[in-house]
């Protein structure tokens, strides 16, 4: 490990640990916006300029790590826009047809799809045979078929596959996972995970079976699944599911509206997750063991993530989810570093087995094993 990245670490880990004091956050802000050699840069094009990708390169402009060189957008106007915004030259700009020319640009090392879901599969292969890492947003394809087909593609072109689970790098969320691998909530017994939100326009794209593949869960339930994981901190090993919608005009067949499911976990812990898109801000986590509780409310959302255990507020400082999760990606893809709660494309195509798994269990009403090896 280079000294320089003890040095930015240890420059994290104080911003994380040090509680808000007036002066002190100018001050070690302005150190840690210093950024580092260009050839330590992860130098990074998005595909997709829609409004995640606009809030992902924000958040990079903060980045210590990793940076915005290139573009791909189907639409021009974006990216004059976007180059003159973020100083991008023309020759790292590229439409969804030319992009597989990126192999030939030795100045992008990682691209980052953050298109619908169902352009993420063919995008990943298209990027992995140019020879550039891949960051997808969630969910990492449409089903587990697709997800391994992304994993073998990525491992066979020797490139790094990394999916977009932000809170896999959030402060609160990491101290939960801490005082629950130190015994503090004694034998953990049961999760609750609620996401949902009110879904707006018709005719957008996460509505439309084809793009989406499926509806709410693919979207904002996959945050209760991938949430129960790295809160219980084990693999479900069956599910049970049921299904409920109030409006089929607009949530089509194949177009989830509210999923119940629940999982159990080897050691018997249970859990009760509810995915939806008809119900307003809800966000909501909660462990309960033998000794003690964590709830988190909101618990995946953009932040602050605000919550409680039995032992008092959970009070580590916000950073803007995207910017610590592009320099910790960095890190992985640039020096070999492991996500403490993995990231890669294995982490994500768990999740997507769990997911077929709980459509199955919909369709069936049995308890369906979930086969995750
Ligand atoms: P969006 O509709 O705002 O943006 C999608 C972009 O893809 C647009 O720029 C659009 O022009 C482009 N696009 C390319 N081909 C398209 C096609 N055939 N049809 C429609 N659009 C096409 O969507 P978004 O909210 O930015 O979501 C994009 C991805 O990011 C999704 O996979 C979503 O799940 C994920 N996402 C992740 C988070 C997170 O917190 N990790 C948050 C929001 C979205």
Not at 2 to 29: D, H, Y
Not at 117 to 127: G, I, S
Not at 193 to 205: E, H, M, N, R, V
Request: aromatic residues 8%.
């Amino acid at each position: 490990m280079s000294s320089r990245r003890n040095f930015l670490q240890k420059l994290t880990l104080s911003a994380v640990s040090i509680p808000f004091i007036p002066g002190f956050e100018t001050k070690s802000m302005n150190v840690m916006n210093q950024k580092p050699d260009q050839s330590t840069l992860l130098r990074v094009a998005i595909m997709g300029l829609g409004s995640y990708g606009t809030r992902v390169a924000e958040a990079m402009v903060d980045s210590k790590k990793a940076k915005l060189v290139g573009l791909i957008s189907g639409t021009p106007s974006k990216i004059t826009a976007w180059q003159a915004k973020y100083n991008i030259p023309e020759k790292n700009c590229y439409n969804y047809e030319n992009f597989d020319a990126i192999k030939d640009n030795p100045d992008i090392d990682a691209v980052y799809i953050i298109t619908p879901n169902a352009l993420h599969h063919p995008q990943t292969l298209r990027v992995a045979a140019a020879g550039k890492h891949v960051i997808c947003e969630k969910p990492m394809a449409l089903n587990a078929r697709e997800g391994r087909e992304m994993v073998e593609a990525c491992k066979n072109a020797g490139v790094k596959l990394l999916v977009g689970y932000r809170m896999h790098f959030e402060g609160n969320t990491l101290e939960v996972i801490r005082m629950r691998e130190a015994g503090a909530f004694g034998e953990v017994k049961f999760f609750q995970g609620l996401s949902g939100f009110k879904i707006g326009d018709p005719t957008q794209w996460r509505l439309n079976k084809e793009l989406a593949g499926g509806g709410a869960m693919m979207d904002i339930g996959i945050y209760s699944v991938n949430g129960a994981r790295y809160m219980v901190g084990e693999e479900p090993e069956w599910v049970t599911a049921q299904e409920t919608k109030t409006d089929p005009v607009k949530f089509k067949e194949g177009v989830d509206e509210t999923i119940m499911f629940q999982f159990g976990f080897p050691s018997g812990v249970v859990a009760s997750c509810l995915s939806t898109y008809s119900m307003s801000n809800l966000d909501r986590f909660f462990l309960n063991g033998t000794e003690g509780y964590a709830e988190m409310q909101p618990s995946t959302g953009y932040g602050p993530i605000k919550g409680k255990t039995h032992k008092g507020p959970l009070d580590k400082p916000h950073i803007t989810h995207q910017t610590v999760q592009m320099d910790r990606m960095a890190e992985i893809i640039l020096e070999g570093d492991t996500a403490q709660v993995p990231v890669d494309g294995e982490e994500g195509l768990k999740d997507l087995i769990i997911i077929d798994t709980i459509y199955k269990a919909v369709k069936t009403g049995k308890k369906e094993r979930i086969k995750l090896g």
